[in-house]
């Protein structure tokens, strides 16, 4: 699959209608730059460098649009609240004031003969956008290396990502009266503070502001480090996708991301979780799909009693919860990859802690009393042969096998 990223949500100075568009080889270095000027020429030049093959083209504009009226998606009004993230509204009623929708775009390219689907497709078999935004992978990069982020109690470590903010390196950001020389400084000190990151390859940045001169060239060489910075993320999503946060819906509007523990932590603190109450078992068959393999595991099912089911998995899904307590309580859990495991009804699951490749023996936790969903660890002297109660740090998992008893049948 052909990666690529482009830049479209700054608005372009008069007279000037080029957009840069960057094509990543597997290792994430930039292999290709191309300057293009609307929606034929965009399409036109992904089509040349996909080169036949399946693509994901990162964007920063958005993707997903309910059909709603409104100004702002929920996802926007999620990552204001959350991360403090200043982002521009990106609802169907602010699409006017969007310089190119996405859905122009998928036209655009559906039209030249590239249909995609809005999102990415994690089996790389069919064309995809995946919708990102510079300004917050600027910041989650930043915060990951930064000293900031080391060993401090939550409370804190959540008030300071918050309070951090990318520095500003684009025209429109800039104040009025500043020149090109000032931006070069503003571009150079965010070159800086990034240094050196893994499938994120900026030397063509630094290569441009070398020669950069005018405020045209270094208007372009901020543009291409927004292109990257999206072609990079999308990237990362596919090789990585427990890296990264797909944060919101895919109905709704949503944002992929870098994050670590901490980002994931915020986007579900207010969320609300699903309840435990027991459902029809054809509703658990149609919730796991193709996902899951389904056994019965009682003899006989009695009327006015819930049955019970087991589900093994292909694909194991991966998890991660924070080691707070003597249990495992799911709204401190976060989905990383793999299938999502319905939480209704579900009894007991079956996990092996990460990293994959491990001999270390399957774990098995079961459903506690407590009202709010949780698992107590059992047995629990075979979890502290493997890590410590209590130590506040962030660990891995896999579900292996997750038990469900099912509404009684009447």
């Not at 995946?130 to 990069?141: G, R, Y």
């Not at 309580?329 to 579900?346: D, S, Y």
């Not at 699951?349 to 774990?363: D, F, W």
Request: aromatic fraction near 6%.
């Amino acid at each position: 699959m052909k990666l690529l990223g482009i830049e479209l949500a700054i608005p372009l100075p008069e007279g000037s209608g080029a957009r840069t568009l960057v094509l990543l080889g597997n290792d994430g270095s930039v292999e290709k730059i191309q300057r293009v000027s609307g929606v034929p020429a965009i399409a036109a030049a992904v089509g040349n460098l996909a080169d036949g093959e399946p693509f994901l083209l990162g964007v920063d504009i958005p993707v997903v649009v309910p059909a709603k009226t409104a100004r702002v998606r929920p996802v926007e009004s999620l990552l204001r609240r959350r991360f403090r993230q200043k982002m521009n509204a990106g609802g169907r009623a602010a699409a006017e004031d969007s310089g190119l929708p996405g859905e122009t775009l998928m036209a655009g390219l559906a039209t030249a003969g590239f249909p995609c689907l809005p999102y990415p497709d994690r089996d790389r078999r069919q064309c995809g956008l995946a919708e990102t935004l510079p300004a917050l992978v600027l910041k989650s990069l930043l915060w990951q290396s930064s000293p900031a982020a080391g060993e401090r109690d939550l409370a804190s470590q959540e008030e300071l990502f918050r309070a951090w903010t990318a520095p500003v390196y684009r025209r429109n950001a800039l104040p009025a009266r500043a020149g090109w020389a000032d931006q070069v400084i503003a571009l150079e000190t965010t070159l800086a503070a990034v240094g050196e990151i893994d499938g994120y390859d900026f030397s063509t940045v630094r290569d441009a502001l070398r020669s950069a001169s005018s405020v045209e060239d270094t208007e372009n060489a901020a543009a291409l480090f927004d292109a990257i910075l999206i072609g990079a993320t999308a990237r990362r999503y596919l090789e990585a996708p427990e890296s990264c946060l797909f944060a919101g819906e895919r109905d709704d509007g949503y944002l992929i991301v870098p994050a670590d523990s901490l980002m994931r932590r915020l986007w579900l603190s207010d969320g609300g979780q699903a309840s435990g109450e027991l459902f029809p078992q054809a509703s658990l068959r149609e919730r796991l799909g193709n996902e899951a393999r389904l056994r019965a595991m009682d003899l006989l099912n009695v009327p006015g009693r819930p049955s019970r089911l087991e589900a093994t998995f292909s694909d194991s899904p991966l998890y991660e919860f924070d080691n707070i307590d003597e249990m495992l309580w799911w709204k401190h859990c976060r989905h990383l990859a793999g299938p999502k495991i319905p939480v209704n009804g579900l009894q007991e699951i079956q996990i092996e802690l990460e990293p994959e490749g491990s001999t270390q023996a399957s774990l098995r936790l079961v459903r506690s009393r407590h009202q709010a969903l949780s698992f107590r660890f059992d047995r629990p002297e075979a979890w502290r042969r493997h890590l410590p109660t209590r130590d506040n740090r962030t660990y891995p998992f896999r579900v292996l096998r997750a038990v469900y008893e099912t509404a009684p049948s009447a």
